[in-house]
């Protein structure tokens, strides 16, 4: 696996894939790799002649006050695990190297930043498009892989790329969970034993939510408002908010159907952690 920091050095990489008439896998991350990162790559690899891991923690999609200095972070460890998985490429630039200063030129997506994530975090959305559109510019047309743990995340990244056309097909790889369903996430590092036992109602809530839309009940306040009660009886987390939407436009919907994305944020301790289904499939 080759090691690069440098945006000259990936261009060199994809060049000569493009040459070689070899495809590009792209797996964006902010490291502290877990397995599932690993299943993004594992995709890359199978779908891809070559695939290039990012990692770069994202100072622009961080605002005052939120966990960009504390962000876990372990190269050493990421790095033999992207070896270990057959990654090609690891790229991991500098801030430095990827924005000069002043940064002038930023990517805003209308709306669908303004609900759930964007609500808490105004700023969030916008930093996330102009790095990923950065990657993108920077790796040119290949397959990009995120996670749909991420959904909102996944929704904005395929607009954008399609907005703009980008050469750049954008696959959602679904959640990777604990055996008692938590979602992983690098944030779960956060969480002490108490707080990890707690957190397990994000994806109970919304298996029972699951079930109860496939036992008939389509009505969106009422899964709602079955989420808070649940989420409510654990005193460790504190709910931010469940959203019932049309699972690509991120629209508010009264009545769920196919499509339709349940998606909850709650604060646990240092943690904020986010979850989501497709009602029709429950959590898998
Ligand atoms: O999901 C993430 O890890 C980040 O938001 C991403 C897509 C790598 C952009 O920094």
């Known amino acids: 696996m080759k090691l690069i920091t440098q945006i000259a050095e990936m261009h060199e990489f994809v060049d000569a894939c493009r040459t070689k ?42 605002a005052e006050g939120e966990d960009l200095s504390s962000y876990p972070r372990d190269l050493e460890q990421d790095t033999s695990q992207c070896e270990a998985t057959g990654v090609d490429l690891l790229f991991t630039p500098s801030p430095e190297e990827m924005y000069s200063q002043p940064i002038l030129t930023a990517v805003h997506i209308d709306s669908m930043t303004s609900n759930m994530e964007g609500a808490s975090r105004p700023t969030h959305f916008s930093g996330v498009a102009t790095v990923v559109a950065k990657l993108f510019n920077i790796a040119g047309p290949c397959s ?14 395929t607009k954008m790329a399609h907005d703009l056309s980008f050469r750049v097909n954008v696959y959602g790889c679904p959640t990777v969970r604990h055996s008692d369903g938590l979602a992983l996430s690098s944030r779960n590092a956060y969480l002490t034993p108490e707080e990890r036992t707690s957190a397990t109602v994000l994806s109970r809530s919304l298996q029972k939510a699951s079930e109860t839309v496939q036992a008939g009940e389509t009505t969106a306040s009422a899964i709602r408002a079955q989420i808070d009660d649940q989420i409510a009886t654990e ?19 009264d009545q769920i159907s196919q499509g339709s994305r349940i998606l909850v944020a709650a604060k646990i301790g240092k943690a904020r952690l986010i979850d989501n289904v497709d009602p029709y499939c429950g959590i898998t």
Not at 41 to 56: G, L, Q, S
Not at 144 to 157: M, P, R, S, T, V
Not at 235 to 252: A, M
Request: zero cysteines; a negative charge; hydrophobic letters at 45%.
């Open 21 to 62: 008439k070899e495809t590009v896998g792209l797996v964006p991350t902010m490291g502290f790799l877990h397995q599932g990162h690993i299943s993004l790559m594992e995709r890359a690899i199978r779908e891809n002649d070559k695939t290039i891991v990012t990692i770069f923690v994202n100072p622009l999609q961080f």
């Open 235 to 253: 005193p460790l987390v504190e709910l931010d908010y469940v959203e019932i939407v049309e699972g690509n436009t991120l629209n508010s919907i």
């Open 144 to 157: 990009a892989y995120f996670g749909e743990k991420d959904w909102q995340q996944l929704q904005i990244i």
